[in-house]
């Protein structure tokens, strides 16, 4: 914890809001969406979606295939307080929808489901878009399954495995053979699975392989630890990375091959 706060007085020190970014298309990311202070109705989707989670008195025991928690001290957790302690906040929930409508993303990825509060937001964003959702955990897959289908979630799949074992059905797809590319591309990539330095840059560079000039990458908690950070700015660094945006609790990854290589730390 002290690691995060002693990193949160750096990030404001450095971070700034749109003024004076010279970047067209980052200050329309932060005019017209960061900042977007429009009331969507589907926030209220989101809000129901919330709620019914939080008043659930209903318990499943979790594995946990990433880092631990540092709230939960027991395997056994109930649906309310993992809503509340280890989902996805309300304003970055309504972030996370305005940036799929914003990239109106249509093939989208999120490494680590838990009871789906991210993945509501990306299918509400975008109901046309096809949306592959990964959850390690049996337990936690099968009850977010349930709330995807109680709100008539449809364009979600949610497949129930390890990221490991996901990325090799993805890599045994069918690729065009004219270019050697993998058939499957994602324009987002939601990372909020395993907070480890190693796991997030082996992830980064098999996901690479399935981006293309336009998909933006969303890793969650780039400050839980010093490793973490390590990983965030060893991602910033590749070259095919061209702009890149620290949020504190998000950072965001873009390979627009068309702009010049640029950093920043926006306020949120």
């Not at 980052?26 to 900042?35: A, N, R, S």
């Not at 959702?133 to 008539?152: I, L, P, R, W, Y």
Request: aromatic fraction near 14%; hydrophobic fraction near 35%; include cysteine.
């Amino acid at each position: 914890m002290y690691y995060q706060i002693k990193s949160y007085i750096k990030f404001l020190l450095r971070s700034s809001n749109q003024h004076g970014i010279h970047s067209p298309f980052v200050y329309d990311l932060i005019t017209k969406c960061l900042y977007n202070k429009k009331s969507f109705s589907e926030y209220d989707t989101l809000t129901d979606y919330r709620k019914a989670l939080l008043k659930s008195s209903e318990s499943i025991e979790i594995k946990d295939f990433g880092q631990g928690s540092r709230v939960f001290k027991s395997d056994v957790r109930k649906i309310s307080e993992i809503a509340k302690n280890a989902g996805i906040k309300a304003k970055r929930q309504r972030l996370l929808f305005r940036l799929v409508r914003f990239f109106n993303s249509e093939n989208m990825l999120e490494l680590g489901t838990s009871l789906g509060l991210a993945t509501a937001a990306m299918s509400l964003g975008n109901p046309a878009a096809r949306i592959d959702t990964v959850e390690g955990c049996a337990n936690t897959s099968e009850k977010a399954q349930q709330f995807f289908d109680h709100f008539n979630l449809k364009n979600i799949r949610l497949h129930g495995m390890s990221f490991e074992k996901y990325f090799t059905s993805v890599s045994e797809e069918k690729t065009i053979s004219a270019s050697e590319k993998p058939s499957k591309t994602y324009d987002l990539v939601y990372i909020d699975g395993n907070h480890n330095k190693e796991k997030t840059l082996q992830y980064f560079e098999i996901l690479l392989k399935h981006s293309t000039n336009k998909t933006v990458f969303i890793f969650d908690d780039i400050y839980w630890s010093p490793e973490m950070t390590k990983a965030w700015k060893e991602i910033i660094e590749l070259p095919k990375v061209t702009v890149s945006i620290d949020t504190f609790y998000w950072g965001l990854v873009f390979f627009r091959s068309e702009q010049p290589k640029q950093h920043f730390n926006i306020r949120l």
